[in-house]
């Protein structure tokens, strides 16, 4: 059996890792020579300065998590078996959740693969890579993909900026088949998702839930869709019965999209390029209301150092869009920025809510969907949080 090399653990460190957390920081590790010289995303095994074994990670010098663990077990052999065992796992997992395959196949940590998410439509799936360790792993785990779903299209959209805190170019490809448009079903509604230039993978399946439980809310109500992006969840409020839907977003290919997703559904909705929080306070100023307004903004929070701004800025959202709530509303508040904690998003909602002289009673309080896992010992897993809010 191959012996991957040792990193070595300072003295009293990685007593996360030993409960199985699966990140190790540069700082908990003993950073000579050897490991300087490892290749960034090197396969490791990751030892305390005792010699106890904690299992097989990959390494990389130049990260601040430096080392993110693929196995309890020392010496594993990261192939595509290694893969297949994972996927077949994870499909197993969303097998059990639903009957058609439009989901999150791979999570990251949740699902045991740091570095890698993969989205499925159907028959095609598109993976997007962010660690250097993962990188290097590519050819396994096409193979694995081969095996286990078969897709007839895989895309891969390396395009995301946080690859660059790895060492990482951006790119984007298809590894098998082509980059198209493709559509998709959630919640019994049909979408469009543009995989190669949309954001992200082309569709966000994290709010699938969120917009199921806002739809339930919509027949007969008027609804703003705040930061639509390709209309998820207007279109859904939409078929569901509202009465009136508007979406409102700031890129007009993404509203081209959802005017195309609106249309093969039969639903009627507005459809409005602007500034959200120039919009918000115009129809603040022409007294406009809606019975359900939904605002998932893109991450205000991209980095710690982020934090006191994104969290202003949360708060000023809430302002404004509870400001354009009718009498007896509802209003969905959303973050995906993984670096504002809940208490602290609930606590700017409800600040901003205040500050729009509204009362508001908290209804629901959600994250994403369960096609995505969080590890137990990693609540930046758990990035997504949803606050919906009655009115006065």
């Not at 197993?92 to 999150?104: F, Q």
């Not at 019994?188 to 949309?198: E, H, I, Q, S």
């Not at 998003?345 to 901003?352: R, S, T």
């Amino acid at each position: 059996m191959t012996s991957h090399k040792t990193i070595k653990l300072k003295p009293k460190e990685g007593r996360r890792a030993r409960a199985g957390a699966p990140w190790i920081f540069s700082n908990e590790i003993q950073m000579d020579g050897a490991a300087k010289t490892l290749a960034p995303g090197t396969v490791v095994n990751v030892a305390g300065d005792d010699g106890q074994i904690f299992g097989t990670g990959y390494f990389n010098a130049k990260s601040l998590i430096s080392v993110r663990m693929l196995d309890r077990a020392g010496d594993v052999i990261i192939g595509t078996g290694y893969f297949v065992r994972h996927l077949q796992h994870a499909l197993a997992i969303r097998d059990a959740l639903y009957a058609k395959p439009y989901y999150r196949l791979i999570h990251a940590e949740g699902d045991g693969l740091p570095g890698l998410t993969i989205d499925r439509f159907g028959d095609t799936v598109v993976a997007q890579i962010t660690t250097a360790g993962m990188e290097l792993l590519v050819d396994p785990l096409l193979a694995a993909l081969e095996k286990t779903v078969a897709p007839a299209n895989v895309i891969l959209r390396n395009d995301t900026p946080s690859r660059a805190l790895e060492g990482l170019g951006e790119y984007v490809r298809a590894a098998k088949g082509e980059s198209l448009r493709i559509a998709l079903e959630e919640n019994g509604v049909r979408y469009f998702a543009d995989l190669t230039a949309g954001q992200k993978t082309g569709w966000y399946y994290d709010q699938r839930d969120n917009r199921a439980f806002m739809a339930a809310l919509a027949n007969g109500r008027s609804v703003l869709d705040a930061y639509s992006y390709t209309g998820g969840f207007g279109i859904a409020a939409a078929k569901a019965g509202a009465k009136e839907v508007v979406c409102l977003d700031s890129s007009a290919p993404a509203l081209a999209i959802a005017e195309d997703s609106a249309a093969a559904n039969g639903a009627k909705c507005k459809f409005v390029k602007a500034d959200v929080f120039e919009e918000l306070e115009r129809l603040a100023l022409a007294k406009e209301t809606f019975d359900i307004v939904i605002a998932d903004p893109p991450p205000f929070v991209r980095a710690r150092k982020d934090l006191e701004p994104g969290a202003k800025a949360y708060r000023k959202l809430a302002r404004l869009a509870a400001a354009v709530v009718a009498p007896n509303g509802f209003l969905l508040l959303a973050s995906c920025s993984h670096n504002i904690p809940m208490e602290r998003f609930a606590a700017e909602c409800a600040a901003g809510i205040a500050r729009s002289n509204r009362s508001a009673a908290l209804i629901r309080q959600a994250g994403a969907g369960p096609d995505h896992p969080v590890h137990p010992m990693l609540p930046e897993t758990a990035y997504l949080k949803a606050l919906v809010y009655a009115l006065d």
